[in-house]
């Protein structure tokens, strides 16, 4: 079975800091990741997912993230935050065979002060 | 680009009534799935169709059925609504044969009960 923990429900920042989401996954198998993003009163839409060719993956809007076996982690990061970033992320994860399901993370609210 | 389509956006409904929330895709895409999302809880899965004919219970399906009507459509049917339904919904769909597992979502569906 897999399950995602993301650390800290509430991230908040001043524009042009590091931003740093903590996501920790459990898998028995080799999974995939992904991260997810939700602007207000919208879907959810793909950031970048970690399908195991590089453990570095970048995504859109300057994100990427970093897949790490010995840590079982897989944090999203970007080098300097804009007001635009300000929504909730989602950390999810599948098992590389078979599995229909993705399973989601409790999700991190990024607020970025001015 | 249509994607992920869902009707309605918002509904209200009384304790005890019934309503059926849509879903369709114009992607092509085998499997369809429904959430809901709940603060602090991230996203729960409802049910999903691996593929057209088939329908699987996920974590919370009590409370609710669903139909695959076809390989466009997948319904999520509230027979007697309760306050605790009360969330927003999202329908998803995914390629599936060979892919990565990444699901293209709806803009989801605001549901009140009273």
């Known amino acids: 079975a897999q399950s995602v923990t993301q650390l800290g429900s509430h991230v908040s920042v001043s524009e042009g800091a590091l931003v740093l989401l903590r996501c920790n996954y459990s898998s028995s198998v080799p999974p995939y990741l992904f991260w997810y993003v939700q602007y207000p009163n919208q879907g959810l839409q793909l950031l970048l997912k970690y399908t195991s060719a590089a453990t570095l993956v970048k995504g859109i809007n300057g994100f990427e993230a970093e897949f790490k076996k010995s840590e079982t982690s897989f944090h999203l990061t970007k080098p300097s935050a804009h007001m635009s970033d300000a929504a909730e992320y989602f950390c999810a994860v599948r098992a590389i065979q078979g599995a229909q399901k993705l399973v989601f993370g409790q999700g991190t609210r990024l607020t970025i002060n001015p | 680009n249509a994607g992920v389509t869902q009707t309605p956006k918002f509904q209200v409904l009384k304790t005890g009534q019934s309503m059926t929330l849509q879903c369709a895709q114009d992607?092509?895409?085998?499997?369809m799935y429904w959430y809901r999302q709940d603060p602090g809880m991230g996203l729960r899965l409802i049910y999903y169709?691996?593929?057209?004919?088939?329908?699987d219970k996920g974590e919370v399906p009590n409370g609710y059925n669903v139909s695959r009507l076809n390989k466009r459509e997948f319904s999520l049917r509230l027979e007697s609504a309760a306050p605790s339904q009360t969330s927003v919904y999202f329908c998803a769909s995914r390629r599936n044969r060979g892919d990565t597992g990444e699901l293209f979502f709806g803009e989801g569906s605001r549901l009140t009960v009273l």
């Open positions: 169709s691996a593929s057209e004919g088939t329908t």
């Open positions: 992607m092509n895409h085998n499997s």
